[in-house]
């Protein structure tokens, strides 16, 4: 059983999941589980294929993501959109990390 103090480069996830999640700062188990699906899908190169390894270890280790504040779950896919969205209109206004 993976306790929330465990390391992801301890854990069995892809070396790629671990390396997008430690490049978003998200080190350890428990900090996996304090974010939402819309927490990993804004961060870089993680997408719907990477939340749905991330989410199926989680199940396997009887584990899961924080939900979202208001209690509803959009799926990942619709998140991908509204992400590339907003990046796009971040681009336009200039911004260079869009």
Excluded: H
Excluded at 84 to 97: H, I, P, V
């Amino acid at each position: 059983m993976n306790k929330p103090e465990t390391m992801l480069v301890e854990t069995s996830l892809s070396v790629r999941i671990i390396n997008l999640l430690l490049y978003g700062g998200v080190a350890s188990v428990g900090n996996l589980c304090s974010k939402t699906n819309v927490d990993l899908l804004m961060l870089p190169n993680f997408g719907v294929l990477s939340l749905r390894e991330v989410e199926r270890w989680l199940s396997e280790n009887s584990l899961q993501l924080r939900s979202a504040s208001n209690g509803s779950y959009y799926s990942p896919a619709a998140l991908k959109l509204e992400n590339a969205r907003l990046r796009a209109k971040l681009a336009e206004l200039g911004y260079s990390d869009a």
